[in-house]
């Protein structure tokens, strides 16, 4: 799913129609350019997480825009994310939508970094991200 990074994985779709996972899709035409999850974790607690946007269509808003939306479909009052240490586009974003780092661990070979927030009003997109792709 996420080259990218390193983290790629494959997700078929039972995987995106899964119940426990509530995904946001953004296409342009007929081409998928962006897609993040929302996993409820518990009474209180969400993830956001698969967060990935084509490599043509990074840095136009299209992350920022995705988990704004992910964020509004959000039922808990705390969401966190997770980010590959050294991931400076996604550690932007996350803290630019109001996310705190709280954490640091080691997962199997490299390190990654735990962002929280309480759940409010995302702070308004400064560029033109929510008209700069279709919609899904």
């Not at 929302?38 to 967060?51: G, M, N, P, R, Y």
């Not at 759940?119 to 997109?125: L, Q, Y």
């Amino acid at each position: 799913l996420n080259n990218h990074n390193g983290l790629a994985g494959r997700r078929t779709s039972a995987d995106i129609l899964s119940p426990n996972i509530k995904y946001v899709v953004e296409n342009h035409g007929k081409d998928v350019i962006g897609a993040v999850g929302l996993q409820k974790q518990t009474a209180v607690l969400s993830e956001i997480k698969h967060l990935v946007v084509h490599p043509a269509w990074r840095t136009k808003g299209v992350a920022g825009f995705l988990v704004r939306r992910a964020l509004g479909m959000c039922e808990t009052e705390l969401v966190y994310a997770t980010v590959r240490k050294g991931n400076s586009a996604s550690e932007h974003l996350f803290k630019g939508l109001g996310f705190s780092r709280v954490e640091e661990y080691r997962s199997g070979n490299h390190l990654v970094e735990l962002f929280i927030r309480k759940k409010r009003a995302c702070p308004d997109p400064k560029s033109k991200s929510s008209t700069a792709h279709g919609t899904s």
